[in-house]
């Protein structure tokens, strides 16, 4: 999987988001929002192809967090990405 092409984080009011334009004539925009290990893993990942272990590893080595925690936690965050479309 990967995070789509057309979706780039971007710095507003201090806070890093991802904007969704509406499609097909709609005009609803959705904010997602970043935290810091999120904004870690989207920097670590965009413009490569990962699966779950991959965000499992970089949450590991960068937090210093054990497996099993990793596992879970980069699970989580990939359904978020996947619920709100961001990953193909």
Do not use: P
Not at 63 to 75: C, K, L, M, S
């Amino acid at each position: 999987m990967r995070i789509k092409r057309q979706y780039k984080v971007r710095e507003m009011a201090g806070e890093h988001v991802v904007i969704m334009q509406g499609e097909l004539g709609s005009n609803l925009t959705k904010i997602i929002s970043l935290n810091e290990s999120a904004l870690y893993l989207w920097n670590a990942i965009e413009g490569k192809d990962f699966e779950v272990q991959t965000v499992a590893n970089l949450l590991a080595e960068h937090y210093g967090i054990d497996d099993e925690v990793a596992q879970h936690d980069a699970e989580r965050w990939i359904d978020r990405l996947e619920e709100c479309g961001l990953i193909e």
